[in-house]
């Protein structure tokens, strides 16, 4: 790669040029070329421009076991977020590659839980509670927080099976971290009895747990991690929608914040808000706090309903949106041609621990 492709995030300028037609006549040149060889799993957050190319589309825990069961593919170009190909890789075998087709599609969630700021509290909350933590990480997570948790006994949750999770840890131990989304983990913690008050709060930048009342009290420590997307999502959105349209039903994702969930007649996993509408009766009317894209396509795809966004002046997942068409284009054609950039490898060491936590919330 040239210097100049390296600082303008790799992508040569020929495909920012092409148009949509010949990008689109690219991609599926490779992908019949390749066949079986190449497999393209895509997150629900993904543009529509590329979410039609994918093999297989799903929420994390669905490319998590898709992942997980697919040994034939050489090639894995992933359409979605880079834990989500950390995962991927962790999970497929040595003779498996996973590619991201822009190195710059992150997670501002996964980012906010960075493994010394854990290590760092790990020390301190042995220090005040002794042995009776038991680490869960979103998946939404570094692999390396991952290795951490797996190390340490505890294991990964999606939104679809949170609550089967922190039930689980709750029987290994009497208390659980919760990283690094705190709004998944209050949802998930309140909605199985644990009250608010039992809950407390890490904060990684001051290096303190954030609590008020009894310290022996604390069943959740809670990361202050969020989805930048999902916190747009407010107590002001839910009034407003029940004062214009009374009688809809409001149905949010669990990263939205407890107040707003409380206050919502559903809350579920990208899967669960996907099912609730494909199940609903003809002329329902819903508002859904969750990914633009994602919102935008439910309501291409039932125009039987009344279908509206929570925010009205929501956006896409800026990250998700990093990998647009000629991004996807570019990956396959350099995957096809032997080159090695924008492959996805998580050290080994790391993937071993990753994989305990990863098994344990699959086998689950
Ligand atoms: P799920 O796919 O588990 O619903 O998670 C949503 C999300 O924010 C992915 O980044
Ligand atoms: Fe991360 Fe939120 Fe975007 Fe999902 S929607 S990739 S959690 S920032």
Redesign the pocket.
């Known amino acids: 790669m040239s210097i100049l492709q390296t600082m303008t995030n790799g992508i040569p300028e020929t495909y920012k040029q092409m148009s949509t037609e010949e990008l689109e006549t690219r991609v599926r040149d490779v992908k019949a070329r390749l066949g079986s060889r190449l497999f393209i799993p895509g997150h629900h957050?993904q543009k529509d421009e590329v979410i039609k190319f994918a093999d297989a589309k799903g929420d994390s825990l669905v490319l998590a076991q898709l992942s997980a069961q697919n040994k034939s593919a050489e090639y894995i170009a992933f359409c979605g977020?880079h834990f989500m190909a950390e995962t991927a890789d962790i999970l497929t075998t040595e003779e498996q590659s996973v590619y991201l087709p822009d190195m710059r599609a992150g997670?501002?969630?996964?980012d906010m839980a960075d493994i010394h700021q854990t290590e760092r509290a790990w020390e301190i909350l042995m220090e005040t509670f002794g042995d009776t933590i038991l680490p869960l990480t979103y998946v939404?997570s570094t692999a390396a927080i991952k290795a951490f948790v797996g190390e340490h006994g505890g294991a990964t949750v999606t939104s679809s099976n949170a609550e089967k999770m922190v039930s689980w840890a709750f029987q290994q131990k009497e208390r659980i971290l919760f990283l690094p989304?705190q709004h998944l983990g209050r949802n998930t913690a309140f909605n199985l009895g644990v009250p608010l008050d039992q809950m407390a709060i890490w904060d990684p930048i001051q290096n303190k747990l954030v609590h008020e009342g009894s310290i022996e009290d604390i069943k959740v420590i809670l990361w202050k991690g969020h989805?930048?997307?999902?916190e747009n999502f407010t107590v002001a959105n839910v009034q407003s929608v029940r004062e214009k349209y009374p009688e809809m039903t409001i149905i949010v994702h669990p990263?939205c914040s407890h107040e707003v969930v409380s206050l919502s007649d559903m809350a579920g996993s990208t899967n669960y808000i996907i099912n609730a509408i494909e199940n609903a009766e003809p002329g329902s009317s819903w508002a859904i706090g969750t990914?633009q894209n994602l919102v935008n396509r439910i309501i291409g795809e039932h125009s039987d309903k009344h279908i509206v966004s929570l925010n009205p002046y929501m956006c896409s997942?800026?990250?998700?949106n990093r990998i647009d068409l000629p991004h996807l284009a570019w990956s396959l054609e350099s995957i096809e041609k032997g080159e090695t950039h924008n492959i996805i490898k998580v050290d080994q060491e790391i993937a071993q621990k990753a994989k305990l936590a990863l098994d344990r919330m699959l086998q689950s």
């Open positions: 957050y977020v997670c501002s969630m996964a939404n989304d989805c930048s997307v999902h990263e990914e997942c800026l990250t998700m």
